[in-house]
């Protein structure tokens, strides 16, 4: 069975740092792109960031200059680490990548399971 599993979550205060972990379990051959997104109460899951199989990376506006994405395809681990929170960026933190499988040809998307980060005032 192939997942993704995230760590990291949790209660900070604003202007604090906090990093989050996302990690491909199970036979998988090859981990792909990666990407955070986020969702606030009533509000639609937005992009964090994202970095490409080829190491491009790519931030959302709400929190470009404050975290910076990096993945490590031989552990088939990305990290996503953020600084400078404030109590806006309080949502469920996703992340997603693309996973090739062992034994098969096909690569497919997959989302992690979602991890809370709270940022109190």
């Known amino acids: 069975q192939v997942s993704l599993v995230e760590s990291g979550g949790g209660l900070v205060q604003a202007g604090h740092s906090l990093d989050l972990s996302c990690a491909a379990s199970g036979s998988v051959f090859r981990l792909g792109a990666m990407g955070w997104y986020r969702q606030a109460p009533g509000k639609q899951r937005e992009l964090v960031a994202q970095v490409s199989s080829m190491g491009t990376t790519d931030y959302g506006g709400a929190v470009r200059g404050r975290v910076t994405v990096s993945v490590d395809n031989v552990e088939k681990t990305g990290w996503l680490q953020m600084n400078g929170l404030k109590p806006e960026d309080t949502a469920v933190y996703y992340c997603?990548?693309?996973?090739?499988?062992?034994?098969?040809?096909?690569?497919?998307?997959?989302w992690g399971q979602g991890t809370q980060v709270t940022v109190s005032s």
């Open positions: 997603h990548a693309i996973l090739t499988p062992v034994g098969s040809d096909l690569p497919q998307p997959y």
